[in-house]
């Protein structure tokens, strides 16, 4: 298996775009990651595109050619990647894939999505999608309240409080008022978040991750590219895991953790060869703050029912343990979904090339949780420089 | 635009799962789903066999969607619960007849027959089964 | 109009959505005299509700008091006026959803207020014949009122089902005979295409519903050979309080006779479902050997009259299914306002 490198990456301001298209998101990220990767776009093998609402959201499918044409590459090898809201690391893994296999030396992986064409109830309609449709999205259910059921089941299960599981929100916004992409660069106090209006009970509307249109690409190559074209990269993708779990909660034992993380990371520590603590920063993908705190728990750092500690007590802070979402997080970042898995390993590549908005101060491992649906699907990355 | 799109034969296809809560048994691990499948979600065996899920549970988690996905604006806000149905199978369906305030987790509910969503003002209703507190 | 073979109810059921309004609610909206309030309140249906919801609930408890499999239903008659589908049958949807067979005589009808007693009628017919041996007749109703207009204190939503059987101990009660008087009387109305019905006002009640009740159940105790004396309840079709306790007295029937079937004061005007209630009301008190006076009214117009005996079987499965009370008990007010959102009467679009 050939080693993979990231080059470079470049992302758009996440927020409501109402001039740019689709592709014009696509083509900004993608000429933004050539041009930080210093290569020519003509070079690239590949072109994987991570979305996943372009069909229902944007009437547009076929976003492989599509962007192919656009970038003035057609003829390249270029195919859209779905997993739901885990697509951006879901096209992360299929093009470390492509690239780890020896097949592709140089390719160009982005995520895009373009979510403000539409109006909100549209908007719903689509992202339920990422469940069952005839079973989940049937009942009417919208993804925040399935999220809600996840919330509500965790506060009773182990005697959380609300206010304790939306810290979350308040850590993510701390960090994204330094994020210049970030779709709401502010700080949002607690009381703030817990008066916000009720989306899906007890989620409020600021503990949920924004609608928002945005893209992200970056630049993967083999060593043996790098060694042809003389470049020295400084930063290799250690570990590149995905796993899935049960589309539905219905099919769950538990509700509270999400089996495809703890499976994914498993494989990604494994691969690594790291351990939660090896780890220097990471992203995680808080679509709601219940989640954040889920995930610090699924991936090893703390114990079921006590990830909200960790936001509590400071732990997830730049400098501290484990440093997360320094971004700014699904949730003050923004999530343009099928974008979002590749902002992450995009953030985690800046933090381990020391050019983060809130950078750490030395990284040498860094991971990136993406997921999709409730958990259907997830992708652990871990990214390493290298030395 | 919608849930999905409006269809006639796909409700049809569904329409007896859908009114009768008809699930499956798993031989091997016996984990019980809703609807019924050909492998188990669990175990993986293919030694399934369809039976009919009982009509009471209980709540396991709940939650009120007041943004819903197009096609749902009519009904909003309404709630959705996550069931244990008696003989342990889950299922997501909307409770009815029933306040927000009034739901607790850990409540008994039985199956009704409702309306679910409408393919527009000229198009076909779509029925499945909810849940409310027991009439007796 | 006796049947050769003797026929009777095996198991009934009802359904009374849970939402009231109030008439003093309504009357305070258009500014009516608390006087000229006709009943106390009504039933409501819920935003995900329908004459086939209805329909379905009630026929389950109708099953369950039967106790028979669903499969050996070979007959399904609904009666409504207010079906969600202008075309499309009800009956399916409720086969469908109870798990009767498709092997299955299956139709809606309509005559306003009386379709679920000549639903029953015309049950009695299939099964006196052997022709089948169950089938299940229906009425169910979500009554639309024009805003304003008398009819909207009234006009409620309910469901009764009844199987009918064979004669046989197992019946909770034996069907002595019916009798149907129809004439072409247009008291009430509504044109195809219209959400709301008109009404001749006071010319419903004498050329109409008076006449037809009294002609039908006359012409079934002459019939039957029995007078008004020889029944312990009388239940009629209830449109308000006025007519059925009008024309109880003129039959000579007392109030004791008919206060146990008389629930339109507290559900209102469950249309099809009106009379078929009001005898499962009785049902649900009745001792075995009583007989039941049972006169539906139709506009347009009709009556049906059917003279039950209860039997002995009653006593084991009243409690099988909800009582006709346990849907009267379980109860939620609404105002004017989510009245009217949830009778689909506020534009959204």
């Known amino acids: 298996m050939e080693k993979v490198f990231v080059l470079g990456g470049g992302v758009t301001k996440i927020g409501e775009h109402w001039s740019k298209s689709l592709r014009d998101l696509f083509v900004e990220a993608a000429l933004k990651a050539a041009k930080n990767s210093n290569i020519e776009l003509r070079d690239m093998e590949a072109v994987y595109v991570g979305n996943m609402s372009s069909g229902e959201l944007q009437g547009q499918e076929h976003l492989g050619s599509l962007m192919a044409t656009w970038l003035g590459i057609p003829g390249v090898a270029a195919v859209k990647v779905e997993a739901a809201c885990a697509s951006g690391g879901a096209v992360f893994h299929q093009a470390y894939l492509a690239v780890a296999s020896g097949v592709y030396d140089c390719v160009l992986v982005g995520g895009v999505e373009k979510m403000t064409d539409a109006v909100v109830h549209d908007v719903t309609a689509a992202l339920i999608m990422a469940d069952d449709a005839e079973y989940t999205a049937f009942t009417g259910a919208s993804f925040v309240g399935l999220n809600a059921l996840v919330y509500r089941y965790y506060m009773e299960k182990y005697g959380v409080k609300q206010e304790d599981i939306a810290l979350f929100s308040v850590h993510d916004h701390k960090y994204a008022a330094n994020n210049p992409y970030a779709q709401y660069p502010f700080q949002v106090s607690l009381e703030k978040v817990l008066s916000s209006p009720l989306i899906a009970d007890p989620i409020r509307l600021f503990e949920c991750a924004p609608i928002g249109d945005g893209a992200a690409a970056l630049i993967l190559c083999s060593e043996r590219f790098a060694k042809e074209s003389g470049i020295k990269p400084e930063v290799e993708v250690a570990a590149s895991a995905l796993a899935t779990d049960t589309i539905s909660l219905v099919d769950r034992d538990d509700l509270t953790t999400l089996a495809a993380t703890v499976k994914a990371a498993k494989k990604a520590y494994k691969k690594a060869g790291v351990e939660p603590r090896d780890i220097d920063v990471m992203e995680v993908h808080d679509a709601f703050t219940i989640l954040g705190v889920i995930h610090l728990e699924d991936l090893g750092f703390a114990e079921k029912g006590k990830g909200w500690r960790l936001v509590k007590e400071g732990e997830i802070e730049k400098d501290s343990k484990i440093p997360t979402n320094l971004s700014g997080g699904l949730k003050a970042r923004g999530h343009p979904v099928g974008a979002t898995g590749v902002y992450q390993v995009y953030e985690i590549y800046q933090q381990l090339t020391g050019t983060a908005p809130n950078q750490v101060g030395k990284a040498e491992v860094g991971l990136a949780q993406s997921v999709g649906g409730v958990g259907g699907t997830v992708v652990v990355n871990i990214l390493r420089r290298v030395r | ?136 | 109009m006796k049947p050769s073979k003797s026929t009777g109810i095996l198991g009934y059921g009802v359904y009374i959505p849970v939402y009231r309004i109030k008439g003093e609610e309504i009357a305070r909206v258009w500014g009516r005299s608390k006087a000229a309030i006709p009943i106390q309140e009504k039933s409501v249906p819920g935003l995900d509700e329908d004459s086939i919801t209805f329909a379905v609930e009630a026929s389950k408890n109708a099953i369950q008091r039967a106790g028979i499999n669903p499969e050996e239903i070979e007959a399904v008659y609904v009666g409504s006026e207010s079906p969600p589908y202008a075309v499309k049958p009800t009956a399916t949807v409720v086969a469908e959803a109870l798990g009767i067979s498709p092997r299955l005589i299956a139709i809606d009808m309509e005559f306003a207020c009386r379709a679920g007693t000549t639903a029953m009628q015309s049950i009695m017919g299939l099964v006196a014949s052997s022709m089948i041996k169950y089938g299940l007749a229906i009425g169910t109703d979500t009554a639309q009122g024009r805003p304003r207009d008398e009819l909207e204190y009234t006009a409620a939503a309910g469901a009764a089902a009844f199987i009918i059987a064979p004669h046989s101990s197992e019946n909770i009660a034996y069907i002595e005979g019916s009798y149907s008087y129809v004439t072409d009387t247009t008291d009430f109305w509504r044109r195809d295409g219209e959400v709301y019905p008109r009404h001749a006002y006071r010319f419903t009640g004498e050329p109409a519903y008076f006449h037809h009740i009294y002609e039908a159940a006359v012409g079934l105790m002459e019939e039957l050979g029995l007078k008004s004396s020889d029944f312990d309840y009388a239940v009629f079709h209830q449109p308000n309080v006025k007519f059925p306790v009008r024309i109880a007295k003129r039959l000579g029937f007392p109030m004791e006779k008919i206060k146990d079937g008389l629930l339109s004061n507290i559900i209102g005007n469950t249309y099809a479902a009106s009379s078929m209630i009001g005898l499962a009301a009785v049902l649900d008190v009745a001792k075995p050997g009583e007989r039941i006076l049972m006169v539906s009214f139709g506009s347009g117009a009709g009556s049906d009259a059917f003279s039950i005996v209860v039997q002995d079987a009653i006593e084991e499965k009243r409690r099988l299914a909800p009582l006709v009370r346990d849907y009267i008990e379980k109860r939620k007010y609404i105002d004017y306002a989510v009245y009217a959102r949830y009778r689909s009467k506020i534009k959204t679009r």
Do not use: H
């Open chain 2, 1 to 136: 635009m919608g849930i999905s799109a409006p269809s006639v034969p796909r409700v049809w296809r569904e329409r007896i799962i859908k009114y009768r809560l008809l699930g499956s048994k798993c031989a091997d691990c016996g984990k019980i789903s809703y609807p019924p499948r050909k492998a188990c979600p669990r175990c993986g065996s293919t030694n399934l066999v369809e039976i009919s899920l009982p009509k009471r549970g209980k709540v396991l988690s709940y939650t009120v969607i007041r943004t819903p996905p197009r096609g749902y604006l009519k009904y909003s806000p309404y709630i959705i619960a996550l069931i244990e149905l008696e003989n342990g199978a889950r299922i997501l369906a909307q409770l009815t007849d029933v306040d927000p305030d009034e739901v607790k987790s850990g409540m008994v509910v039985e199956a009704v027959f409702r309306r679910y969503r409408e393919q527009g003002e000229d198009g076909i209703i779509e029925y499945g089964i909810k849940f409310r507190p027991p009439i007796t």
